[in-house]
T-cell receptor, first 114, second 112 residues
Framework: KAGVTQTPRYLIKTRGQQVTLSCSPI?????VSWYQQTPGQGLQFLFE???????NKGNFPGRFSGRQFSNSRSEMNVSTLELGDSALYLC?????????????FGSGTRLTVV | KNEVEQSPQNLTAQEGEFITINCSYSVGISALHWLQQHPGGGIVSLFMLSSGKKKHGRLIATINIQEKHSSLHITASHPRDSAVYICAPKGAGGTSYGKLTFGQGTILTVHP
C-alpha cells in the first residue's frame, strides 16, 4: 500500500511569505500529526488532526495552523515566515491516533526561509 | 529537565558489537516508539511498545513502565545500522495526552 506522501519535498521561501505543506496519509488512516525538526530543538509536536478536527496542539505560535479534509489529507500553513521556521516538517499518520497505535511517517518537507 | 532523556548522544561502534541506547521519560505514557532516521530525513518507526519486550531481527526493544525507562539494543551491529535513533513516548494524560514527545536522538556510527 502507498505510504505517507508529503509535498513538496523542498521549498525555499522569503521572510514574511506564507507557505502551505501537504500530507496524504495511508489509506484508511484518519489521524494525521505534524512535527517540526530543527538542529537546535530536535523534533517537536505541532498538531494532530482526526476526522477534520484538531485534537491536539503543541507549543507553537498562531502563525502555524493546519486543517484536515474529509479524505483525511491534511495541510499545514505557516504565515509570516521567519528565518527560524527553516526546518524539516514531518507528518505521520495512524488509524485513529489512539494509545498504542503505530505511526507511519512521511519523508518530510524541507523548508528554507531566506 | 527535559521530559525525555536519551543516552548516549553519540555512539561509535565496530561492526559486530552489541549496542544499547537508553531512554528515560517523566510523563505517564500510553506507548513508546523507537524511531530511526537516516541522513536525508526520512523516519521509520522501528518499534511501538506499551509493555515488556519486542524483537525484530537484530533489534530488541524493552520497556519498564514502573521505572519509566526503555532500551533499544542492536545485536551484531552493521554499518547499515548507522543512523539517528530517537525515543518517542506518547503521553497518556494531562497536557501530554496523545502527544508524541521526543528524545534528542542518539547518533550511531558503525565502522566496518
Amino acid at each position: 500500500k502507498a505510504g505517507v506522501t508529503q509535498t513538496p519535498r523542498y521549498l525555499i521561501k522569503t521572510r514574511g511569505q506564507q507557505v502551505t505543506l501537504s500530507c496524504s496519509p495511508i489509506s484508511g488512516h484518519r489521524s494525521v500529526s505534524w512535527y517540526q525538526q530543527t538542529p537546535g530543538q530536535g523534533l517537536q509536536f505541532l498538531f494532530e488532526y482526526f476526522s477534520e478536527t484538531q485534537r491536539n496542539k503543541g507549543n507553537f505560535p498562531g502563525r502555524f495552523s493546519g486543517r484536515q479534509f474529509s479524505n483525511s489529507r491534511s495541510e499545514m500553513n505557516v504565515s509570516t515566515l521567519e528565518l527560524g521556521d527553516s526546518a524539516l516538517y514531518l507528518c505521520a499518520s495512524s488509524l485513529a491516533g489512539q494509545g498504542a497505535e503505530g505511526y507511519t511517517f512521511g519523508s518530510g518537507t524541507r523548508l528554507t526561509v531566506v | 529537565k527535559n521530559e525525555v532523556e536519551q543516552s548516549p548522544q553519540n555512539l561509535t561502534a565496530q561492526e559486530g558489537e552489541f549496542i544499547t541506547i537508553n531512554c528515560s521519560y517523566s510523563v505517564g505514557i500510553s506507548a513508546l516508539h523507537w524511531l530511526q532516521q537516516h541522513p536525508g530525513g526520512g523516519i521509520v518507526s522501528l518499534f511501538m511498545l506499551s509493555s515488556g519486550k519486542k524483537k525484530h531481527g537484530r533489534l530488541i526493544a524493552t520497556i519498564n513502565i514502573q521505572e519509566k525507562h526503555s532500551s533499544l539494543h542492536i545485536t551484531a551491529s552493521h554499518p547499515r545500522d548507522s543512523a539517528v535513533y530517537i525515543c518517542a513516548p506518547k503521553g497518556a494524560g494531562g497536557t501530554s495526552y496523545g502527544k508524541l514527545t521526543f528524545g534528542q536522538g542518539t547518533i550511531l556510527t558503525v565502522h566496518p
